[in-house]
Structures are given as C-alpha cells and as structure tokens.
C-alpha cells in the first residue's frame, strides 16, 4: 500500500510539472502540501511497510507542525486515529520532509558494508554482514531483488564502469559477478 501511495503523490506531482503549472493546476499552498506529505510518507516507509497502521504516528510525527491548510485537515484526521491503540505524537519530533534526508532503506539484518549505484542513478545495491546483496529502486525505496549466494559477509560491491556489471566480495573467499540491469 506504501509504495502505491507514494507513486500516487508522485503522478500527481509529475503532472503538476517543476513550477506547479503542468498538466493541472494548483494553487501553491497546494502544491507545496503535496510535496511536504509525499516526503514524509517517503521518509516513513520503512516503518509504514512494516506496520500499516503506524500511518498515522507517521504523519503527526513528521508534518504537525506544518500549519497550511491542507496539511492541517490532514493532522485532524490522523489525530482521529482509532484502528488499535497507539501512542499518538503531541509534537513533530521525526525528521521533517524537505530536509536533506530523503529515505530509509531497511531490509538487511545486519550492518551493510557497501551501496553502489547504477550509472543512471535509478538502482542502488548494498552489501551487507548478512551474507546477502540487496537490490533498490532508489525512486520508491522499494527492494526489487535479493540475491544470496556468499557463505560469508559481503564486504564490498562496486559497478563496471558502464553500470552493466556488478561485482561483491565476501569473507568466504569469493567474487560474485552479477549481470546489471537484472534480469528476471
């Protein structure tokens, strides 16, 4: 559901153009809400993934203070939460949208040594303790592939020049060479 909505906000915002004046029209105050609420559910869907119902802690965390109209309706619906019991936020204390950071990545289960990302800036790949390379669509968050095969950590992975290769190194002793993009 996390990704969804964010591809949503992102269309939308896509179709508003760089200035705000693209394919449909709206007023700025507008425009920037859209922008601020995609960018704090981008910074929550590690968490939101995880625990839908961690939406709304999510918002009030991260957008409470934001005083514009459209986000103000939206905290008065999120602070209406009743799904489970929760601890409601009574203060923005999550990172804010708009700052420098983007996203979290989790999926690993232990430390990740190395990120390398493809040439065109739309895959990353991590390397991590976990013996396990995890690949990532850096535009949603979303892991497209998980690929196991080291006996030992992964220590490093870099790409060929041309993006078309990427090679991991492990403590068992091993290269691992990988054909970028990845094929099904």
Same mark, same amino acid.
């Given at each position: %559901?996390?990704?969804e909505?964010?591809?949503?906000?992102?269309?939308?915002?896509?179709?508003?153009?760089?200035?705000g004046?693209? #394919?449909?029209?709206?007023?700025?105050?507008?425009?920037?809400?859209?922008?601020?609420?995609?960018d !704090?559910? &981008?910074?929550? #869907?590690? @968490?939101?993934? !995880? +625990?839908?119902?961690?939406?709304?802690?999510?918002?009030? !965390? &991260?957008?409470?203070?934001?005083?514009?109209?459209?986000?103000?309706?939206? %905290?008065? *619906? /999120?602070?209406?939460?009743?799904? *489970?019991?929760?601890?409601?936020?009574?203060?923005?204390?999550?990172?804010?949208? =708009?700052?420098? %950071? @983007? &996203?979290?990545?989790?999926?690993?289960?232990n430390? *990740?040594? /190395? *990120?390398?990302?493809?040439?065109?800036g739309?895959?990353?790949?991590? =390397?991590?303790?976990?013996? @396990?390379?995890?690949?990532?669509?850096?535009?949603?968050g979303r892991?497209?592939? #998980?690929l196991?095969?080291?006996?030992? =950590?992964?220590?490093a992975?870099?790409?060929t020049?041309?993006?078309?290769?990427?090679?991991? @190194?492990?403590? +068992?002793?091993?290269?691992?060479?990988?054909?970028m993009?990845l094929?099904?």
């Amino acid at each position: %559901m996390t990704y969804e909505l964010l591809d949503d906000y992102q269309v939308v915002l896509d179709a508003l153009g760089s200035s705000g004046e693209g #394919t449909i029209r709206l007023a700025q105050e507008q425009t920037e809400s859209l922008r601020l609420i995609r960018d !704090g559910l &981008r910074l929550s #869907t590690h @968490v939101i993934v !995880g +625990d839908p119902n961690q939406l709304a802690g999510q918002l009030l !965390g &991260r957008l409470q203070d934001k005083k514009s109209g459209p986000i103000a309706q939206l %905290m008065e *619906v /999120a602070k209406g939460w009743r799904a *489970v019991p929760w601890l409601r936020p009574m203060t923005a204390s999550l990172t804010a949208p =708009a700052g420098p %950071m @983007v &996203r979290t990545f989790a999926g690993h289960t232990n430390a *990740v040594y /190395a *990120v390398a990302v493809t040439p065109d800036g739309k895959l990353a790949i991590s =390397a991590s303790r976990d013996k @396990v390379l995890r690949v990532w669509k850096l535009a949603s968050g979303r892991e497209v592939r #998980t690929l196991k095969g080291h006996a030992a =950590a992964a220590d490093a992975v870099a790409l060929t020049p041309g993006g078309k290769l990427a090679i991991s @190194v492990s403590r +068992d002793h091993t290269l691992k060479v990988l054909e970028m993009p990845l094929k099904n």
